[in-house]
Nanobody, 126 residues
Framework: QVQLVESGGGLVQPGASLRLSCEAS????????MAWFRQAPGKEREFVAV????????FYADSVRGRFIISKDNAKRTVFLQMNALRFEDTAVYYC???????????????????WGQGTQVTVPS
């Protein structure tokens, strides 16, 4: 049974940093493309960042590029999202997602992923 468990969320002041973690079990982690999505109150879930299983390529949403960094540790079966210079508009529930077969053109789409975590809340007050 595949499980993705996020951690590291919390309440932080604007400009601060947080590092989210997502530990995977029940899958061969090194063979999976891992992504982060987020959902703010009253909004659709949106793509944040992805690290490709095949090439290790990194892609980011325009809104976080230059502030957020995605990385992974295959030995620990964990993907990270380092979030710097946090803003009020980064407030959301952050979800990690995994796929063994997503293609490049689908990496920014929820439909490309088979497995999801339960989410971790990040709150940045205005």
């Amino acid at each position: 049974q595949v499980q993705l468990v996020e951690s590291g969320g919390g309440l932080v002041q604007p400009g601060a940093s947080l590092r989210l973690s997502c530990e995977a079990s029940g899958l061969t982690f090194s063979r999976y493309t891992m992504a982060w999505f987020r959902q703010a109150p009253g909004k659709e879930r949106e793509f944040v960042a992805v690290i490709s299983q095949r090439s290790g390529s990194l892609f980011y949403a325009d809104s976080v590029r230059g502030r957020f960094i995605i990385s992974k540790d295959n030995a620990k079966r964990t993907v990270f999202l380092q979030m710097n210079a946090l803003r009020f508009e980064d407030t959301a529930v952050y979800y990690c997602a995994a796929s063994s077969s997503v293609i490049v053109t689908q990496m920014r789409s929820q439909s490309g992923y088979s497995y999801w975590g339960q989410g971790t809340q990040v709150t940045v007050p205005s």
